[in-house]
């Protein structure tokens, strides 16, 4: 993964100095460089614009591929399966313009595959061969021709990021082997473990980009709240039943005198958590539905709202700080848009809320929703499983314990919005890793120099302009990577990463 290629304008230029022959550069280094920036960016825009009419000319409308697209793939290793992402985009250098693919209604083709990378790390083998299938989804979406020019990055997260170091480096070797022989273009490196900040930061951009914010003001672009994924949601939610279990969480007097019986005001009456561990494997049956049994549902959102709260408050004795709101972490005051992806999202939708939904429509609807009886419920919801639909009580109450009793947005905030995509992009980290690889693709840089360099690299008027080129790409590259904020809550770590993104 490249790493910030520069903090600021003025650096870049600097860096140009020390790097590339452009003595065109004034060695006083007090000068206000932003502004020498400019001007080199202008003389170089129109120097180039000059050679571009020029080359072209002389090459005699021979193919030029300097703005030409293409496709990528981006395979997403999650911890619960690895999906594939074929993007096709039509335009190199700058910020990539993603094209509409398969029936139009989006700019991602994807595919995934059960389980995750990580439950491959007894069986290695496993791990190369569960990518197999999705790159063939990948080879059915991408021209023949067009194979060995397309770039292929394996990133995986939290589930190979909770495994040793030398198993993680196992399995992704496996994959490697795979993906070399694939027929895509693929380096080693371009199969790793990222970092769950680098995760925020690529669904941070994928979020700007999709919004158009991106490059902008840093105070109009717009941040991501999610919940961690499918696997937090679990965990959240498992560590609720621990906590209610351990009878830590006394929610009303009712439970105390009902003595070994604790209430779970998660759960809509009716549903029978010693009956239902019948859902879990055969071996251990017995052990689980002894502990379970122990818990009595009686959904009440209010009760449900406050045990969260709980949850996510635990540790706040630890707080270091004047002001923790979710745990012993700090979390700074909260600006901008948002969007709520993932089980926000997901939420809002089974309960039907429209994206702009407040927090209060989402109330009304948690509290209807927890305290209906369960068999009514099943009947309603008769498509979902019976475990996906135990889980919609405790997201609605978690979410208003997290945006409003914790985060202190207003019930009736419209700074949020219950969204996974927007106009056709999916607010998806991968998409962010793909338009940041596209615009920071030092072998498409390369590419457009050797074209303009064409025949005769000897020349000085072509080392002018690949520099001023040059510096051009840098300047009008790091306009747009001005450091900015991006605020992102992530559950799997348990806490809210404000970042200046500047790469
Ligand atoms: C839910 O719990 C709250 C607080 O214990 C209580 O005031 C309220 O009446 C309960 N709601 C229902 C519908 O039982």
Redesign the pocket.
């Given at each position: 993964m490249r790493r910030s290629i520069a903090h600021s304008p003025a650096i870049d230029c600097q860096a140009m100095d020390a790097s590339k022959p452009l003595r065109f550069i004034p060695s006083n280094p007090k000068k206000p460089r932003f502004n020498l920036c400019i001007v080199l960016a202008a003389v170089a825009v129109s120097l180039a614009v000059f050679f571009f009419l020029f080359a072209a000319a002389a090459a005699g409308g021979r193919d030029r591929s300097e703005k030409r697209g293409g496709f990528g793939i981006v395979i997403d290793g999650g911890s619960t399966g690895t999906r594939i992402h074929v993007f096709e985009f039509s335009a190199e250098g700058e910020i990539p313009v993603l094209e509409m693919v398969g029936s139009g209604k989006s700019v991602v083709m994807s595919m995934k595959v059960s389980p995750g990378l990580s439950d491959y790390a007894e069986d290695v083998d496993g791990a190369g061969r569960s990518i197999v299938e999705l790159l063939e989804f990948g080879k059915g979406k991408v021209p023949k021709e067009r194979w060995g020019e397309t770039e292929v990055r394996l990133m995986a997260t939290a589930g190979l990021r909770r495994l040793e170091v030398a198993s993680q480096e196992r399995v992704l070797e496996s994959c490697r082997r795979v993906l070399r022989s694939s027929g895509f273009r693929f380096q080693d490196d371009w199969a790793s473990v990222i970092s769950g900040s680098d995760e925020g930061i690529y669904a941070w951009i994928a979020a700007n980009y999709a919004m158009g914010s991106l490059g902008g003001d840093p105070q109009q672009t717009t941040g991501i709240i999610e919940l961690g994924g499918a696997s937090a949601q679990n965990a959240a939610y498992e560590s609720l039943r621990k906590l209610l279990e351990s009878g830590d969480l006394k929610?009303?007097a009712e439970s105390v005198q009902a003595g070994i019986s604790s209430l779970d005001?998660c759960t809509p009456s009716g549903y029978s958590h010693g009956v239902q561990s019948g859902m879990l494997p055969s071996g251990v049956l017995s052990l689980k539905s002894m502990s379970l049994s122990t818990l009595h549902a009686r959904g009440?959102?209010?009760?449900c709202r406050s045990a969260a709260l709980m949850l996510l408050q635990k540790g706040k004795g630890e707080c270091m700080y004047k002001h923790c709101r979710i745990g012993s972490t700090f979390i700074p005051h909260l600006q901008g848009k948002f969007l709520a992806t993932e089980n926000f999202f997901y939420t809002s939708k089974f309960f039907g809320l429209a994206s702009t939904a407040s927090l209060s429509d989402l109330i009304l609807a948690g509290k209807q929703f927890c305290?209906e009886d369960w068999f009514r419920l099943k009947k309603k919801y008769h498509s979902l499983t019976q475990e996906d639909l135990l889980h919609y009580c405790f997201s609605s109450a978690y979410i208003v314990a997290l945006l409003h009793d914790s985060l202190g947005f207003a019930l009736d905030d419209k700074r949020i919005q219950f969204v996974n995509q927007v106009g056709g992009m999916p607010i998806d980290w991968a998409l962010g890793a793909f338009i940041l690889l596209k615009t920071d693709n030092p072998g498409g840089r390369r590419g457009l120099i050797t074209n303009i360099l064409g025949d005769d690299p000897s020349s000085l008027l072509s080392l002018f302009i690949v520099s001023t080129v040059l510096v051009f790409t840098v300047c009008s590259i790091s306009k747009w990577r001005k450091p900015q904020l991006k605020t992102i809550y992530d559950l799997e770590k348990g806490r809210y990463i404000v970042t200046r993104v500047n790469r």
């Amino acid at each position: 993964m490249r790493r910030s290629i520069a903090h600021s304008p003025a650096i870049d230029c600097q860096a140009m100095d020390a790097s590339k022959p452009l003595r065109f550069i004034p060695s006083n280094p007090k000068k206000p460089r932003f502004n020498l920036c400019i001007v080199l960016a202008a003389v170089a825009v129109s120097l180039a614009v000059f050679f571009f009419l020029f080359a072209a000319a002389a090459a005699g409308g021979r193919d030029r591929s300097e703005k030409r697209g293409g496709f990528g793939i981006v395979i997403d290793g999650g911890s619960t399966g690895t999906r594939i992402h074929v993007f096709e985009f039509s335009a190199e250098g700058e910020i990539p313009v993603l094209e509409m693919v398969g029936s139009g209604k989006s700019v991602v083709m994807s595919m995934k595959v059960s389980p995750g990378l990580s439950d491959y790390a007894e069986d290695v083998d496993g791990a190369g061969r569960s990518i197999v299938e999705l790159l063939e989804f990948g080879k059915g979406k991408v021209p023949k021709e067009r194979w060995g020019e397309t770039e292929v990055r394996l990133m995986a997260t939290a589930g190979l990021r909770r495994l040793e170091v030398a198993s993680q480096e196992r399995v992704l070797e496996s994959c490697r082997r795979v993906l070399r022989s694939s027929g895509f273009r693929f380096q080693d490196d371009w199969a790793s473990v990222i970092s769950g900040s680098d995760e925020g930061i690529y669904a941070w951009i994928a979020a700007n980009y999709a919004m158009g914010s991106l490059g902008g003001d840093p105070q109009q672009t717009t941040g991501i709240i999610e919940l961690g994924g499918a696997s937090a949601q679990n965990a959240a939610y498992e560590s609720l039943r621990k906590l209610l279990e351990s009878g830590d969480l006394k929610l009303s007097a009712e439970s105390v005198q009902a003595g070994i019986s604790s209430l779970d005001p998660c759960t809509p009456s009716g549903y029978s958590h010693g009956v239902q561990s019948g859902m879990l494997p055969s071996g251990v049956l017995s052990l689980k539905s002894m502990s379970l049994s122990t818990l009595h549902a009686r959904g009440n959102f209010s009760e449900c709202r406050s045990a969260a709260l709980m949850l996510l408050q635990k540790g706040k004795g630890e707080c270091m700080y004047k002001h923790c709101r979710i745990g012993s972490t700090f979390i700074p005051h909260l600006q901008g848009k948002f969007l709520a992806t993932e089980n926000f999202f997901y939420t809002s939708k089974f309960f039907g809320l429209a994206s702009t939904a407040s927090l209060s429509d989402l109330i009304l609807a948690g509290k209807q929703f927890c305290g209906e009886d369960w068999f009514r419920l099943k009947k309603k919801y008769h498509s979902l499983t019976q475990e996906d639909l135990l889980h919609y009580c405790f997201s609605s109450a978690y979410i208003v314990a997290l945006l409003h009793d914790s985060l202190g947005f207003a019930l009736d905030d419209k700074r949020i919005q219950f969204v996974n995509q927007v106009g056709g992009m999916p607010i998806d980290w991968a998409l962010g890793a793909f338009i940041l690889l596209k615009t920071d693709n030092p072998g498409g840089r390369r590419g457009l120099i050797t074209n303009i360099l064409g025949d005769d690299p000897s020349s000085l008027l072509s080392l002018f302009i690949v520099s001023t080129v040059l510096v051009f790409t840098v300047c009008s590259i790091s306009k747009w990577r001005k450091p900015q904020l991006k605020t992102i809550y992530d559950l799997e770590k348990g806490r809210y990463i404000v970042t200046r993104v500047n790469r």
